[in-house]
């Protein structure tokens, strides 16, 4: 039976690859964002469905997951990828822009992963993948960065704590934490840096589908920097 794998931000520069990963590799994938500009190679394929969802309504994203499970029967993984940047130090951060980054990167992933962690437990299986950041790690790199940052970090702390309430089953919380990925946005933002050095993000989908296979299910607690030369 093929793996069913929930991806939030599907049609971002990194869902696009891990979808189309995914496929590749045999999965059955649920796709959410508004809209699929860039997942035309998926648009026929007879894994592949995708929704649109506000991943920062709860209620909504709520019934969807129910529809989700309703409708699979199973959802085996979740690569919650939904998120958001911004720069500004403690001086340039008041509680808006502190509200904005906060639904962007870590409400968007909790209402996911809140139906979706005890869907897993009663299944005895599950894989929830959170989208963290180096600058979350590195105090140096995210103090010019302050809410992007600070809500990064808390996606570390939501890990920890669902495997600690998952000890001894096999449901398995990680986060993998890029440094800059290879984007078009990305490097338009920064001319002439050492593109090279940069994460591809066809890299990070490559890891992201270890995660969800069987190659990765001794795994418990995992942080995956994906750094390349960056």
Not at 99 to 107: I, P, S
Not at 125 to 137: D, K, L, N, T, W
Not at 166 to 181: F, H, Q, R
Request: glycine share 10%; proline share 3%; aromatic share 8%.
């Amino acid at each position: 039976m093929s793996k069913t794998v929930l991806i939030t931000g599907a049609n971002g520069n990194l869902g696009a690859a891990t979808v189309k990963k995914l496929l590749e590799e045999g999965y059955r994938v649920i796709g959410v964002d508004q809209s699929g500009t860039h997942l035309g190679f998926a648009a026929d394929h007879d894994n592949f469905e995708l929704k649109s969802v506000d991943a920062g309504d709860e209620a909504a994203v709520s019934a969807f997951v129910e529809e989700v499970i309703e409708l699979e029967g199973h959802v085996d993984g979740a690569l919650l990828l939904v998120g958001g940047f911004a720069m500004g130090d403690i001086h340039a951060t008041g509680g808006a822009e502190l509200r904005k980054m906060y639904n962007l990167n870590f409400e968007t992933a909790y209402f996911f992963a809140r139906p979706l962690f005890q869907h897993m437990l009663d299944n005895g299986y599950g894989r929830i993948v959170f989208m963290g950041a180096r600058p979350a790690i590195l105090p140096e790199q995210g103090k010019g960065a302050l809410a992007y940052s600070l809500t990064k970090n808390l996606l570390f702390e939501l890990a920890q704590l669902l495997n600690a309430s998952a000890k001894g089953k096999n449901v398995v919380a990680s986060v993998v934490a890029p440094s800059t990925i290879d984007t078009q946005v990305n490097r338009e933002s920064m001319p002439g840096a050492d593109y090279a050095s940069w994460v591809k993000p066809a890299d990070i989908a490559g890891v992201l589908e270890f995660i969800c296979s069987d190659k990765g299910d001794a795994l418990r607690e995992p942080i995956y920097k994906i750094y390349n030369n960056a």
